[in-house]
Structures are given as structure tokens and as C-alpha cells.
């Protein structure tokens, strides 16, 4: 069992940054992949990115690329997710995970989530 939970979010202006971090209990973090995924008002959810178990291998969204980094810090059971160069459309509530078999952009193959954190973009 894996416990997420974000924070970081808030109202940035566009062109601004902010610093997402997750949080995961336990013992086991470095066995999982991450992701982050988010969702906006009225839309499905969208990848945004994704790291492996050893933080070699990431990936990115296409409307992220360039902009967010994803990175792991496994002595401090947290992932975070850098996003500059922030745009209005960014503005959504975001969402870490935790994936035990599974490395990718697919959020039904994710077994844990956290309960989100809201970011604002303001044109």
C-alpha cells in the first residue's frame, strides 16, 4: 500500500513556475513508477509525465514537453514536477501516481493516486 499526497499548487501568473511535490509513504517507493496526470474542468484526464523505478527513464506529454520536468528523490519518498513557462491552458488539477508493474502514460494500469492539488495559470 502506497499513500500520495501533493502539494505546491496554487495561482501562478502565465510565463510563471511552480514546484509540484508528492509525497508516498512506506518502505516500498523506490519499486514503483510515477506519474503525473491532470485533469481540467469538463475534460479527461490528461498525461502529463512519468519517471521509472530508477529515475532513468522519463517521459513527457506533448503539450508539456520542454516545459516540465519530472524527477524522484527516493531519500525523500517524493516525486516532483517542475513546470515553467506556465500557460493558461495548464490550469487543471494535477495528480501523482503510483504504478507497481507498470511504466507509461496509460492512468488505468497506475494503482495508487493521490487526491490532487490545484493549479492556476492567470492569463
Known amino acids: 500500500q502506497v499513500q500520495l499526497v501533493e502539494s505546491g499548487g496554487g495561482l501562478v501568473q502565465a510565463g510563471g513556475s511552480l514546484r509540484l511535490s508528492c509525497a508516498a509513504s512506506?518502505?516500498?517507493?523506490?519499486?514503483?513508477?510515477l506519474g503525473w496526470f491532470r485533469q481540467a474542468p469538463g475534460k479527461e484526464r490528461e498525461f502529463v509525465a512519468a519517471i521509472s523505478l530508477g529515475g532513468v527513464n522519463t517521459d513527457y506529454g506533448d503539450s508539456v514537453k520542454g516545459r516540465f520536468t519530472i524527477s524522484r528523490d527516493s531519500a525523500k519518498n517524493t516525486v516532483y514536477l517542475q513546470m515553467n513557462s506556465l500557460k493558461p491552458e495548464d490550469t487543471a488539477d494535477y495528480y501523482c501516481?503510483?504504478?507497481?508493474?507498470?511504466?507509461?502514460?496509460?492512468?488505468?494500469?497506475?494503482?495508487?493516486w493521490g487526491q490532487g492539488t490545484q493549479v492556476t495559470v492567470s492569463a
Open positions: 512506506g518502505r516500498t517507493f523506490s519499486t514503483y513508477a
Open positions: 501516481a503510483a504504478a507497481s508493474n507498470f511504466y507509461g502514460l496509460q492512468s488505468r494500469r497506475y494503482d495508487y
